[in-house]
């Protein structure tokens, strides 16, 4: 996919993410997941914040990381909700978040989805278009498929520590 059509901001991506058995595993098979699907309505941005936030501190996700993987998603869900269904009734937008980790290490991977179509760079887009850069600075990847048919934005947050053992 052509830079100029993501507004990917140049960062180079690393192709073999998630599914490279050696960049880590998903946590077992009941593993920590958070699946929502919502109506593509501003009101569903701060209820899957809400609910990304929870699922962060049931992890043991460190406060200073939270803030970070928070903005890049509502980043990514408020442009499913403004962007993917402009022409017609709203549809939904779905995130699904999954936990990876290895001995030295866990992250997140959050996929945000809509069923809408692409819509092409704005002509004019003085005073916007920081979403996607604001989804590169607070993670460690972003992966954007934007079709005819939906958008699909993959983040990866940046490796904290493993969860601390707890009695």
């Known amino acids: 996919m052509s830079p100029s059509k993501t507004g990917d901001t140049g960062r180079r991506h690393d192709d073999r993410w998630p599914s490279d058995p050696a960049a880590g595993q998903a946590q077992g098979s009941n593993s920590p997941t958070l699946r929502v699907s919502l109506p593509a309505v501003p009101v569903s941005d701060s209820l899957i914040r809400d609910r990304v936030r929870r ?51 866990r992250w997140v991977e959050l996929r945000i989805r809509d069923f809408g179509s692409w819509r092409p760079v704005p002509v004019y887009d003085e005073n916007r278009r920081r979403g996607i850069p604001l989804m590169y600075a607070c993670m460690d990847d972003v992966k954007i498929d934007g079709t005819d048919h939906g958008t699909e934005i993959s983040l990866r947050s940046r490796i904290v520590p493993p969860a601390l053992a707890t009695s």
């Not at 408020?78 to 962007?83: F, Q």
């Not at 022409?87 to 939904?92: A, E, H, K």
């Open 55 to 105: 699922w962060l501190q049931a992890l043991g996700w460190p406060g200073s990381q939270v803030g970070d993987v928070l903005l890049a998603t509502s980043e990514a869900v408020s442009n499913a909700i403004e962007h993917a269904y402009r022409s017609r009734m709203p549809g939904l937008v779905e995130l699904e978040g999954k936990l990876w980790a290895t001995r030295g290490g």
